[in-house]
């Protein structure tokens, strides 16, 4: 699925970082005199739904939702990409506030939306969000919906969205302990994530391997991952505070206390300070702490 304008506006889907909202906000907003002044109108408010999105990624939950009242203003005539992009966003701007109903309704109206127009990436793109906002029986349910339309259709971004559901899927199996059914599926995903080229998300799935072989009682194995891994971020200058995390998990699962101590006081520096870490794990910062002081 494209976002080229017929006016020769650039896509803007694919100016996204999305560990830098702030940066990709500003590459958005360069681009809306531009936008307003094509008359396309759908490509406009797509794009300001993005502009919204990346505010809610920094947090910016108040801004986001008066981009999307913005963007819910001009849709004065049917534009189906602009309303289910809209329902996504303001879906994602709940669920990030704790507004799970809300949230859920925006994303069921969505997939209803996207599947009626056969907008496929963005049906899948619903799906994936049902699947993390859920329970964990209907989250997978929901994956496993989102994955089986995502191979059916013809639709390249609808397909590229496998990785990340084989990704839930896995998270999911992980949330109720059933490492053993976990592991072929972020296996599974690590193949796709090396197929697409990405070396940051290609990591971040090695590292869910790794993280799931050590939850299966195999330290030894997943230790020299965590270790190559961290060497990697290091050169990439992006210190990652859950790989130190699981690299001292490895070494105290080998019973090395000592050698695990600095990566466990270098995961609370880092995940202490991300505004990202979940709120209601206190506990787990609060355990790196205790661990790294015993060096």
Known sequence: MTHLSPTGLPDFDK???YSQPDETEARFRELLPAARASGD???????LTQVARAQGLAKRFDAAHATLDHVREGMIEPLPAVQVRYLLERGRCFNDTGQHDKARQCFLDAWELAKRERLDAYAVD????LGIIEPPAEAMAWNLRAVEYAKSSTDPAARRWLASLLNN???TYH??????????VFEEALELRRAQGNPATIRIARWCVAKTQRLLGRPAEALPEQDSLLGECERARQ?????QEELAECLLALGKKKEAAPHFARAYELLSRDPSFPADEAPRLQRLKVLGNNS
Do not use: F, K
């Open 41 to 47: 109108r759908s490509y406009h408010l797509q794009l």
């Open 15 to 17: 100016l996204w970082d």
């Open 126 to 129: 619903a799906a994936h969000m």
């Open 239 to 243: 210190p990652d505070g859950y790989v």
């Open 169 to 171: 899927i896995g998270w």
């Open 175 to 184: 949330a109720t302990g059933a490492y053993a059914a976990a592991l072929p």
